[in-house]
């Protein structure tokens, strides 16, 4: 192979190296933030499991239930809130509407 033709293969080969070492660092630090973020979501995770094992207080369920609806009033004062408003229906009707199996009027 010619001399010029293995300088430029080298040169690939240099680029690729500088690529994988960067990827490298990439890769550490998303682990990085992956344990950051699993330590801050076990407490969320383990209230979660809590109330639906029924096994949180119910001083602190009330709690929890004051500031939803807290966060729902704050909600309800921005104007372009209700533009994403879903009312509520009820999934036993849409059973019965499903006929042929899927998701009912998607197409």
């Known amino acids: ?8 293969f080298k040169s690939i080969k240099a680029i690729l ?17 992956d344990l950051m973020y699993e330590t801050l979501y076990a407490d969320i995770y383990s209230q979660r499991t809590e109330v ?4 949180m207080s119910k ?3 009330k ?6 609806d807290q966060r729902v009033k704050i909600h309800e004062m921005d104007p372009s809130f209700k533009q994403f408003y879903v009312p509520p229906f009820e999934v036993k009707d849409t059973i019965k509407q499903k006929k042929d199996g899927g998701v009912a009027n998607f197409w």
């Open 1 to 8: 192979m010619p001399q010029e033709l293995q300088d430029r």
């Open 63 to 68: 709690d929890l239930v004051a500031e939803f």
């Open 17 to 33: 190296d500088i690529c994988n070492q960067f990827e490298e660092e990439e890769q550490n630090e998303i682990r990085q933030l």
């Open 52 to 55: 639906l094992l029924n096994t």
């Open 59 to 61: 001083d602190h369920i």
